[in-house]
């Protein structure tokens, strides 16, 4: 399989996925909320799947969602099967992943840093405002 049906392939895994989170009934996945499919990595043969899982709330609800995608595999998979017109779904593998995590908090240190700078360039304006 070349490797750019691979990516083609795990894009429409990773939407299928994200759209069916609503579907499930687990009280771990919660119908998807403030939970994200971060990625998809499928193998170049097709035969594997990597599904990195990330929530809102940390990483230990990421955990938790991941055993609510692992007993919903069987039925995700038939919705890519379906979905995609495969013969063979590839394996998936649900990995917890604390991206967004780390993107909030790179955030919030970047706006600490404008806030530092914020009160200089205000002084600035208004010193040009008075000339």
Not at 4 to 15: N, Y
Not at 68 to 80: C, H, M, N, Q, W
Request: hydrophobic share 35%; with cysteine.
């Amino acid at each position: 399989m070349a490797s750019h049906k691979a990516g083609r392939m795990s894009e429409d895994i990773r939407r299928i996925i994200s759209g069916k989170m609503a579907d499930l009934k687990d009280p771990r996945i919660n119908g998807g909320e403030f939970l994200t499919v971060v990625r998809c990595d499928v193998a170049r043969d097709g035969s594997f799947c990597k599904v990195y899982i990330s929530s809102f709330r940390g990483l230990e609800e990421a955990r938790k969602a991941v055993k609510g995608f692992e007993s919903a595999t069987g039925y995700l998979k038939r919705e890519i099967s379906n979905v995609l017109g495969l013969k063979k779904c590839p394996e998936l593998k649900f990995v917890a992943d604390d991206s967004i995590e780390h993107s909030a908090a790179i955030t919030k240190k970047l706006r600490e840093l404008v806030k530092e700078e914020r009160p200089e360039d205000e002084e600035d304006v208004e010193e040009s405002a008075e000339d």
